[in-house]
């Protein structure tokens, strides 16, 4: 009966209309002998038929779209208002089959949702004893709900609920992947992994968006190690002479670039005052000769303005009566005004925009407002170590003592200052805002100068940590293209084998292995080119990869490079043969890494990515015995032989000492941030250090022996070479959070080999046979991003703070 719908005959249909028709009138109207109670009785059946038959007809259209919900609850509706009358027997009996068919239904439903309980309460309420307790339908239902194999005992709402949330969700993530919103798919995987912590179709998709991820990275990582190669290359690019400016152009020469703000003080600190001559002059006098020599100055440190403010008319009309005489040479602004303060019985003080000339005493009683940028916990440091008033004897006054209870009293902006000494005269106040650290105080200008070195006390004295990441990137890129060949020759035979051209000699080069031809007893295979380097022999190995796949043997054989191509002929019995060598090899080692330090403020650190290089240092000379017994034999001068073993023991300069450098890259940075924690100078020492090769202080120990002599041993006493490349960077000054990047740092080695045989070399066109090319850069280059971030204790960042 799964996904079944209540069909009704047209025939059966208009029974049920024509019954509701008929009763509803019988219903309403009764016989005339009836009473009034009995009469008004059939009129609600009558009505309470008719709302069934509504009921009936709405159930039958839910049940019909599906919702059988709410089929069941207008089936039991209409079974409920169906009177128990002979009349309506068979109306309730269809009303009983269809609540019986839209509860199996609505059981399923609620089946497919979790709720395995709710689907056995809507099935019971069809097979109670007054309903339909023998519907075979949802008999059979009911056992299936009760079958543990049909049915999950475990099975709950919650679980269904969430089957159709992961369903929705792996859709939606599913969706955000195939339009390459990966953090979008990322977070609702993710989602789908808080409900169902086991669901494998969400990891693979997180395997699939790691995938992607990681092909992008792959692409990025191309373009980032290609421009770096591109800047190897380029830096071999000679640069061009810069074109001839003419010096009356404006905007070249003689413009001075506009700068950030400078503060009045330290304006006051540059401006220079080539002579100063005032007789019998007042402090407006020396004002205004002031200002036309700072508009003398505007070009190196700007406008200043000057406020006069002497007070009361009476004492301003005292200090423009005194007269002085001042004489000076080349001196700083600040000192002229404080020569000029003093001779005038005045003071000055600076803001951001002028300077203020005010008479000594005469800011006392006059309140100004400023705000200070504090720490986070300015007012708990100004409450360290205030002196605390004394505690009442009386343990009975009305205030009770500083400091008898448990918990510290939590200050006021106001009370902690005043505990340090700072009075507040009427009118004065102070505040602090704890969400930006703001203290906003209202007192005379010699108090607020008294706060203001308070808060300076406080700030240097708060404990910054910086944290620097530092992430060095590291490119090399070796290519190594070679092409040469090698030319045997057998005996070719002249006038009866007389003569005999062979080919060549040994050289510098070795016998070929290589070459498959047969050669006669007592000869060896040497090729015509046999000069030409090749292999190992053209391009030396010199850094501390090369000298460590060596291992422990270093007298390996200079092999050739490998053959790719042999042509052999025999001409007259003699055979000739060319082998073609050829190598193009590409290896590239990118190194990324991206360690951090936390440091205190002033402190350096350093990076290191390095190998710990350990190498002799001092030796033992070699020990050679002073007598040797000698069993060679020797016919009228010449050696034929020699009895027993004439071999000793000689032993070579051994190693008795190391010492260890660290060979790669080395940053040092030391960071220093300024009294208001938001800009930063960051000093960096980067350098690299590189292997070479090692240097061979030793020399050979022979053994004369009968017209020559005998090599014993070697006697190799190497030492390392290192070259280190530093770089001085001056101090620079950056934003709290910011990053420094650091590149430049470029090397490229070029090994380039040109061999060829003499005269064969030079044959046109031809002579490219009998010649070796080696050709191999080796590039490097190193970027430095430098982040870093200044940090209270607790590990918050001060630029959120401010």
């Known amino acids: 009966m799964e996904n079944s719908r209540i069909l009704i005959p047209p025939t059966g249909r208009a029974a049920l209309l024509a019954t509701a028709c008929l009763l509803s009138p019988l219903f309403a109207q009764g016989p005339s002998d009836v009473s009034g109670l009995a009469a008004r009785e059939l009129a609600k059946r009558g009505t309470s038929t008719q709302e069934a038959h509504e009921l009936l007809l709405k159930g039958d259209e839910s049940y019909n779209a599906g919702r059988h919900g709410d089929a069941v609850e207008a089936y039991a509706g209409a079974l409920s208002l169906l009177p128990d009358a002979p009349t309506t027997a068979e109306l309730r009996s269809a009303a009983r089959e269809r609540y019986a068919q839209a509860s199996v239904e609505y059981g399923r439903t609620l089946v497919k949702k979790g709720d395995l309980a709710g689907a056995k309460a809507a099935v019971d309420k069809v097979l109670q004893p007054d309903i339909a307790p023998n519907d075979p339908g949802a008999l059979a239902f009911r056992a299936d709900l009760d079958d543990p194999i049909r049915n999950n005992p475990a099975m709950t709402v919650d679980h269904g ?124 006098d020396a004002i205004d000769f002031l200002r036309i020599q700072v508009s003398a100055n505007e070009g190196t440190a700007g406008t200043i303005n000057f406020n006069l403010n002497l007070g009361e008319p009476d004492k301003a009309a005292q200090i423009n009566a005194l007269k002085f005489d001042l004489q000076l040479n080349n001196t700083p602004l600040s000192q002229v005004l404080k020569y000029v303060t003093d001779l005038t019985r005045t003071h000055y003080t600076t803001d951001d925009y002028s300077v203020i000339i005010q008479a000594l005493g005469g800011d006392a009683t006059r309140l100004t407002s400023r705000s200070f940028k504090v720490p986070p916990g300015f007012l708990a440091s100004l409450s360290e170590g205030a002196s605390t008033p004394a505690a009442s004897a009386d343990p009975f006054a009305s205030t009770p003592a500083a400091g008898g209870g448990l918990l510290a009293k939590r200050l006021g902006a106001q009370e902690a200052l005043a505990m340090q000494g700072v009075p507040f005269p009427d ?93 006669p007893p007592g000869n060896s295979l040497r090729p015509i080119t046999a000069g030409n380097r090749s292999g190992a022999t053209a391009i030396d190995g010199n850094a501390i990869d090369d000298l460590i796949n060596m291992g422990s043997d270093r007298t390996l054989p200079a092999n ?42 002033g402190q350096a650190s350093s990076v290191r990515v390095v190998r710990e290089f350990i190498y002799p240092t001092e030796y033992e000379p070699p020990e050679i015995p002073q007598t040797i017994s000698s069993t060679e034999i020797y016919l009228n001068g010449v050696y034929v032989g020699s009895e027993g073993n004439n071999s000793f023991p000689v032993t070579p300069a051994t190693p008795t000492a190391f010492d260890m450098r660290e060979v790669g890259v080395i940053l040092e940075v030391l960071p220093t941030a300024d009294a208001n924690k938001r800009f930063i100078e960051v000093v960096m020492k980067p350098s690299i250090t590189d292997f070479d090769g090692f240097v ?53 080695n070029l090994q380039s080999v040109e061999d060829k045989s003499p005269v064969l070399g030079n044959l046109p066109v031809v002579g490219r046979l009998f010649q070796s090319k080696a050709h191999q850069p080796v590039s490097t280059a190193i970027i430095f991003m430098v982040n870093v971030q200044l940090v209270d204790p607790t590990g918050r960042p001060f630029r959120q703070q401010q």
């Open 161 to 284: 609920r969430n089957v159709d949330q992961v369903r929705k969700l792996l859709y939606t993530a599913e969706g955000a992947y195939n339009l390459g919103k990966y953090d979008q798919a990322r977070s609702t995987y993710d989602d789908v992994l808080r409900i169902d912590p086991y669901n494998s179709a969400a990891r693979r998709g997180l395997e699939r968006l790691a995938a992607a991820k990681s092909d992008y990275q792959r692409t990025a990582t191309d373009q980032a190690r290609a421009e770096m190669l591109g800047q190897v290359e380029g830096a071999w690019e000679l640069p061009l002479a810069p074109l001839p400016v003419d010096p009356a152009l404006p905007g070249q020469l003689g413009q001075t670039a506009d700068t950030t703000f400078v503060p009045i003080s330290r304006k006051l600190d540059q401006i220079i005052i080539p002579k100063v001559s005032l007789e019998q002059a007042s402090i407006s």
């Open 427 to 519: 009118g004065a106040s102070a505040t602090f805002n704890a969400q930006n650290n703001t203290l906003r105080v209202t007192n005379t200008e010699t108090n607020l100068d008294t706060i203001a070195r308070i808060v300076e006390s406080i700030s240097e004295a708060e404990p910054v940590n910086v944290i620097t990441r530092v992430t060095m990137i590291r490119t090399d890129q070796r290519n190594l293209e070679e092409l040469g060949f090698d030319w045997t020759l057998g005996g070719v035979g002249f006038d009866g084998d007389r003569y005999t051209l062979s080919g060549g000699s040994q050289g510098s080069g070795d016998d070929l292995f290589d070459v498959p031809v047969t050669i």
């Open 560 to 601: 050739r490079a490998p053959g790719i191509f042999r042509i052999s002929g025999v001409f007259g019995g003699n055979q000739a043969n060319m082998l073609m060598r050829g190598l193009s090899q590409k290896k590239g080692v990118d190194l990324m890494t991206s360690p951090s330090t936390v440091t205190r403020n």
């Open 696 to 748: 061979n202080y030793g020399t050979p120990i022979n053994m004369p022996s009968g017209s020559g002599s005998i090599r014993v041993t070697d006697n190799s006493i190497l030492m390392p070479v290192f070259s280190t490349q530093r770089v001085d960077i001056p101090t620079l000054s950056v934003a709290d959070g910011s990053t420094i990047i650091v590149g430049g740092l470029l090397k490229q």
